[in-house]
């Protein structure tokens, strides 16, 4: 059987060393809207879903139903790293988003925040 939306949503976020809080902020969302994804109380709107798969570097239909291709198709140094990450989650993404010449602006607009 496979995991629930709910499960996955959890899995993927302790995998990418993120807590909660920390994920919400990435999304736009709510810390609580996160908790609610997590314990299946919602299943979010589709533009949250999306926003939630491309932070977590997965595929949004795969993140919704579990089929399909897990990994998304976003340059590998715009995905979330993993737990054992040298340093701490937003000083990373914004020495990778310097490192790509890209503004603050662009990156948001990339990943459709």
Do not use: H, N
């Amino acid at each position: 059987m496979r995991p629930s939306f709910a499960t996955r949503v959890k899995t993927e976020r302790e995998r990418a060393g993120l807590s909660q809080t920390q994920l919400a902020r990435i999304c736009g969302l709510s810390g609580p809207m996160i908790s609610c994804l997590e314990r299946g109380k919602s299943a979010g709107s589709e533009k949250a879903l999306v926003s939630v798969a491309r932070a977590l570097g997965v595929r949004p239909e795969w993140l919704r139903s579990g089929s399909g291709k897990r990994d998304g198709d976003w340059p590998e140094e715009l995905v979330a790293f993993p737990k054992t990450a040298s340093q701490p989650f937003p000083d990373r993404i914004k020495q990778l988003r310097k490192e790509a010449g890209l503004s603050q602006k662009q990156l948001a607009d990339y990943v459709g925040v």
